[in-house]
């Protein structure tokens, strides 16, 4: 009898949680706005790439021979370094409200970067580039292209500063 592994667990885990985004999603109530997509359009994007990203993991991924002595799962540095990431999320969390999202998604991207790399060798002047840029993309295609606000800080409220 053959042993499934944890690739198609985890693959068969992350299409049903596609399929529960995507059948939550249905219940969004529909308000029409001309010429804009709606609010379902994101709930089905990610549910769509969820699934398409574990059907790529469960036959890309897949181990080619089992293994008599296979890896925990989470090795203890794992849970460690889970810990960490989970700690960090949370912080970002609280910073977009007090320092604003633009400033605290420069800080996280880098942050999440930096601690996801693991052993694999980045370089500081690019990371801090991408951080830069993708938080950047972020925020004024929210703020500019989709006319969406996001959090300013409310430091720089109480100091006076405008944030853009």
Known sequence: MKKINRTYIMGAVCLALSAFIAWQTTTIPERLVS???????????????????????????????DKEDPK?????????????????????????????????????????LWTLKGEKKVNFIVAILFSVGLASLGY????????????KGVLWESLGIPMP
């Open 35 to 65: 010429n804009e997509p709606g609010p379902k359009m994101f709930p089905f994007i990610a549910a769509g790439g969820i699934a398409v990203f574990a059907i790529l993991s469960m036959i890309f991924d897949a181990p080619k021979e």
């Open 72 to 112: 925990p799962y989470l090795d203890k540095a794992g849970w460690i370094r889970m810990g960490i990431i989970m700690a960090e999320a949370v912080l970002f969390t609280i910073g977009m409200e007090f320092i604003g999202f633009w400033i605290t998604a420069m800080v996280g991207t880098f942050v999440f």
């Open 140 to 151: 004024f295609g929210f703020t500019r292209g989709f006319v969406i606000p996001l959090p």
